[in-house]
């Protein structure tokens, strides 16, 4: 079945780094886009990067362009999120999800998420 | 501040309906940005309960049904249940090619 675990949430310091990791299984990786959702404690979701199927384009938030880097890796199915210049207001459970849609077209949405990784930006 | 308002709370009695809201704008719902809705219940995965304003994935109840209309989208759940009570996302797409999120509404079962 569709599996998608998400790892590598912790403590961290402001202006630290930390790398999040999803791996998948139970379908073809190499064939969707994948995107990074998170939710803040007591907020609602913030969509915060996508990446397309093929690895060719990225897209991120305002509030994390510049800081975040999403990437794939096909040979281990797995997604990952590169944070750079953590703030506390990046605290927040961090979610892969699956895009059945595309979103060059205005079109995506999930159908598949991971159970989320919490990351504490804290001192 | 979410760029798609939802009511933050709704509640109905078992049995009952209860519709929830997601308002936009001309540069998002109102451009012609299909519309999907997400059931999340704390601590675990969030999941897709409609997909292009009226469709369900299989294995979604028939008890849930979205609409779509000018800048507005609606989710509405039928014959109430227990296990409906979570929080529910609106999701759509803005001009400047952002994915947006409604706030989100929580729904209680009383």
């Known amino acids: 079945q569709v599996q998608l675990v998400e790892s590598g949430g912790g403590v961290v310091q402001p202006g630290r780094s930390l790398r999040l990791s999803c791996a998948t299984s139970g379908f073809t990786f190499s064939s969707y886009g994948f995107h990074w959702v998170r939710q803040p404690p007591g907020k609602g979701l913030e969509w915060v990067a996508v990446i397309w199927y093929d690895g060719s384009n990225q897209y991120y938030a305002d509030s994390v362009r510049g800081r975040f880097t999403i990437s794939r890796d096909s040979s281990k199915s797995t997604l990952y999120l590169q944070m750079n210049s953590l703030r506390a207001e990046d605290t927040a459970v961090y979610y892969c999800?699956?895009?059945?849609?595309?979103?060059?077209?205005?079109?995506?949405?999930?159908?598949?998420w991971g159970q989320g990784t919490l990351v504490t930006v804290s001192s | 501040q979410s760029v798609l308002t939802q009511p933050p709370s709704v509640s109905g009695a078992p049995g009952q309906r209860v519709t929830i809201s997601c308002t936009g704008s001309s540069s998002n719902i109102g451009a012609g940005y299909d519309v999907h809705w997400y059931q999340h219940l704390p601590g675990t995965a969030p999941k897709l309960l409609i997909y292009?304003?009226?469709n369900r994935p299989s294995g979604v109840p028939d008890r849930f049904s979205g609409s779509k209309s000018g800048t507005s989208a609606s989710l509405a759940i039928t014959g109430l249940q227990a296990e409906d009570e979570a929080d529910y996302y609106c999701q759509s797409f803005d001009s400047n090619l952002s994915l947006i999120f409604g706030g989100g509404t929580t729904l209680t079962v009383l």
């Open positions: 292009g304003n009226n």
């Open positions: 999800a699956r895009d059945l849609g595309t979103f060059s077209n205005y079109a995506s949405y999930f159908d598949y």
